[in-house]
């Protein structure tokens, strides 16, 4: 339990280069909402509802962060300071990080039966400052969703959403971006949330540039060798 306890708080250490040692971790919101829902989650699955309950209602109190009982949550889950809501048949897989004011939501689902209305998260995802994924769709291991996006359909592994609806933005892969990215922002090494859409963009167009001089390379260099390949040709019928 403690080793557990332990590799979790190193786990966030390595996602927040704010904290000075594993026991300053230990006061963030974020880590006692999740201590306070894995009490809240496993009285959920005792049927004990009412007490779920108001251990979730006393952590939002403490936390400003309002996590359902029936959640499933995976190992080293990390939200940075607060705000977030996660609703009630979210699941979370393994590493994953919410920044502050982003949303897990339901949909109403129009024959009456709850059922599976949140989003299914999957492994090292990072959901940035204010985005809502919302009802029951899927977001693929490694993805991101960056700061404001609405995502009300399914996300490819590894894809980077940005804005409203959240539409797949192009981002070059490089071996720092496979990385943890603070805030899922890939494009340069200084974020500011404020203009990450234009940040996302200005990557977009970058790599669009260096796609087109590719694909141009690779069409002189094909017509080269059809160039040549006719030339021998000529030279053998001659």
């Known amino acids: 339990m403690l080793q557990r306890l332990i590799s979790y708080l190193d786990s966030i250490v390595a996602r927040d280069p704010s904290p000075r040692s594993r026991w300053e971790v230990l006061l963030y919101p974020g880590v006692l909402a999740l201590g306070l829902h894995r009490v809240a989650h ?33 190992r080293n889950f990390f939200i940075d300071h607060g705000f977030v809501v996660i609703g009630e048949t979210a699941q ?66 590894g894809a980077t959403m940005v804005g409203i609806p959240a539409k797949a933005t192009l981002v070059e892969v490089k071996p720092e971006t496979q990385n943890f990215v603070p805030y899922g922002t890939p494009c340069s090494d200084r974020f500011d949330p404020a203009t990450q859409k234009l940040e996302l963009m200005q990557c977009e167009i970058e790599t669009m540039q260096k796609r087109i001089a590719q694909l141009m390379e690779e069409r002189d260099a094909a017509a080269t060798k059809q160039a040549a390949t006719r030339k021998r040709g000529e030279k053998k019928s001659a």
């Open 92 to 157: 979370i897989g393994d590493d994953v990080t919410m920044y502050q004011g982003s949303t897990l939501g339901g949909t109403n689902p129009t024959n009456g039966i709850g059922g599976k209305r949140h989003p299914t998260i999957g492994d090292n995802v990072i959901v940035s400052l204010g985005a809502a994924i919302l009802g029951p769709i899927t977001v693929g291991e490694g993805a991101r969703i960056g700061a404001n996006a609405v995502v009300t359909k399914d996300v490819p592994e």
């Open 42 to 74: 496993w009285l959920f699955e005792a049927e004990l509802y009412f007490l779920a309950r108001l251990v979730n209602s006393l952590s939002r109190f403490l936390t400003a962060i309002d996590i359902h009982p029936g959640a499933v949550i995976g």
